[in-house]
């Protein structure tokens, strides 16, 4: 039995498990394989009677924060790279969570339903930035969700660095943000990427460039 058919049976009774807590957010990136085992787990979501909220953000901290804007049990999200795939599953919270906390209920419930959340990076970026505006110039790395929030917020957004453009540097799953500038490397607070971009931004005492007032000293 190959790798991939062993790791789809695990991720079906996965989604069985994860069915019996409720409504489940899946999201996938990277290619074919990504997709199949995402929709694996939807399946056995379904089978077990919980509704199935496939989604089209890029990232598993996307999906992170569609389950605590909708307040779903868990979120699952597949990435694929290299051939291989990683599998992130993350409670209401935010925090991993395990096979074993998703207990399985005795009883058989109607089969759930599968919907799509279409436009979910979208959503995600005007949630975080709900109406805050400054601008500026600045070069984004990472989801496309991150640049989506730096526009939103005003900002043109280089894809290339450039000297004295601050670089927003954000990890694969949009969880993590450091943002370099003229040598000096910052790790704002937040829950997520984009949380802690917003943050940045918005803090006076950042970064001249950012700031309120867009003064040239430091505060």
């Not at 496309?144 to 939103?152: Q, S, Y």
């Not at 500038?181 to 607070?189: I, K």
Request: hydrophobic share 40%; net charge neutral.
């Amino acid at each position: 039995m190959s790798n991939k058919i062993h790791q789809g049976m695990e991720l079906f009774q996965l989604g069985v498990r994860l069915g019996h807590l409720g409504t489940v957010a899946i999201g996938c990136a990277g290619g074919e394989l990504a997709k199949a085992l995402a929709r694996t787990v939807g399946c056995g979501v379904a089978l077990a009677g919980g509704e199935v909220r496939f989604h089209d953000g890029a990232c598993a901290a996307c999906g992170r924060w569609l389950g605590e804007y909708y307040g779903l049990p868990a979120t699952l999200f597949v990435r694929q790279k290299d051939g291989k795939a990683r599998v992130y599953v993350l409670d209401q919270q935010g925090r991993s969570l395990s096979v074993d906390d998703a207990v399985s209920a005795g009883e058989e419930r109607p089969t759930g339903q599968w919907d799509l959340l279409a436009g979910a990076d979208q959503a995600w970026a005007a949630n975080r930035v709900a109406g805050r505006r400054q601008r500026g110039v600045a070069c984004a790395i990472g989801p496309a969700a991150l640049t989506l929030t730096l526009e939103r917020m005003g900002y043109e957004v280089m894809s290339h660095p450039r000297p004295g453009i601050p670089l927003f540097r954000s990890d694969r799953e949009g969880f993590h943000l450091a943002v370099e500038h003229n040598g000096v490397v910052y790790h704002p607070a937040g829950v997520d990427v984009l949380d802690r971009a917003v943050n940045f931004v918005l803090q006076p005492r950042a970064i001249p460039a950012f700031g309120p007032t867009g003064s040239p000293e430091w505060r």
